[in-house]
């Protein structure tokens, strides 16, 4: 069965093949059968066939490389963008957690997400997170602790976001 782009290949084969066979026949004489043999005939249709396969198989080939190789980079691609959307939402997830459930925490699960994050977070990103949720006096906001994250994972393309323009709730009693 032919692939959709072999047609077009097959018909650019076979206009190079008569651009290499006509001038064979035009250059015996004026009479285009009657000083042809059958014998020379044949080897100008069998070598053009010949060249003609040859070529159309290469091109063939050829592009469906060029298909495959660009195929791989647009999955590898994909695959990239999940793996960041899984770690940023790791962190949110942590610092989130970790906002909510200070009375209730496991140290269990409060362990196993900061070590998990320690794993693949920058030092100074993770120090920061540390900071935060410490209390210390230079301590940086959760969300601004985000924005950063969001510039590591991203980098070109994590745009002007600010920690102002994140969404947060707020609760009753912290509300004034």
């Known amino acids: ?7 077009p290949i097959s018909f650019v084969v076979v206009v190079i093949g008569l651009c290499f066979w006509l001038p ?10 009657a000083q ?3 014998q020379e005939f044949y ?5 053009g066939v010949a060249l003609l396969a040859a070529l159309q198989w290469f091109l063939t ?10 195929y791989d980079l647009k999955i590898e691609d994909y ?9 940023a939402a790791k962190v949110a997830e942590f610092l989130a957690f970790v906002q909510w459930h200070q009375t209730d925490m496991k140290g269990e699960d409060f362990d196993k ?8 977070l920058p030092t100074e990103i993770y120090v920061e997170v540390a900071k935060c949720l410490v209390g210390t006096p ?37 509300a004034r």
């Open 1 to 7: 069965m032919l692939k959709s782009y072999q047609l």
């Open 24 to 33: 064979k026949i035009w250059t015996k004489d004026t009479s285009l059968v």
């Open 36 to 38: 042809f043999t059958a």
């Open 43 to 47: 080897e100008a249709i069998g070598g």
């Open 61 to 70: 080939t050829l592009i469906e490389a060029r298909m495959k190789y660009e």
């Open 79 to 87: 695959k990239r963008d999940l793996q960041i959307r899984d770690q």
């Open 113 to 120: 997400r900061a070590w998990e994050l320690s794993l693949w």
């Open 138 to 174: 230079d301590a940086i906001h959760m969300k601004q602790i985000l924005i950063d994250v969001r510039k590591h994972l991203l980098k070109d393309k994590a745009g002007a976001l600010v920690a102002d323009n994140i969404l947060h709730f707020v609760r009753p009693e912290q």
